[in-house]
Nanobody, 124 residues
Framework: QVQLVESGGDSVQAGWSLRLSCSAS????????MAWFRQTPGNEREGVAT???????RCSDSVKGRFTISKDNDKNSLYLQMNSLKPEDTAMYYC???????????????????WGQGTQVTVS
């Protein structure tokens, strides 16, 4: 059973940077595809960025060039470096993990079976 705990959310001004962390326990994250999603009230979860088991990354067009996803297998942790934050980045951010064999596109939230509790990012 994978347990995920996010941290690093905060209230910041536009243009600032934040680094979100996701710490995993229970099992190694190495064999899982990992991703960050975000959600605002009344909306579905939106895929922000993903990293595969070999380190290949992808991100949504809305954050391309500003956000970077990374992971540290030794620390069993996932990160999201967010630069040049905009008010529209305001959301609850979630860390997620899924079996590497899942075939759905990475941005399909229902394809991820493990979720953290979320960390709030507010940009004003």
């Amino acid at each position: 059973q994978v347990q995920l705990v996010e941290s690093g959310g905060d209230s910041v001004q536009a243009g600032w940077s934040l680094r979100l962390s996701c710490s995993a326990s229970g099992v190694s994250l190495t064999p899982y595809r990992m991703a960050w999603f975000r959600q605002t009230p009344g909306n579905e979860r939106e895929g922000v960025a993903t990293i595969g088991i070999y380190g290949a990354t992808r991100c949504s067009d809305s954050v391309k060039g500003r956000f970077t996803i990374s992971k540290d297998n030794d620390k069993n942790s996932l990160y999201l470096q967010m630069n040049s934050l905009k008010p529209e980045d305001t959301a609850m951010y979630y860390c997620a993990a899924r079996d590497r064999r899942a075939l759905d596109p990475w941005y399909v939230s229902s394809s991820f079976g493990y979720w953290g509790q979320g960390t709030q990012v507010t940009v004003s």
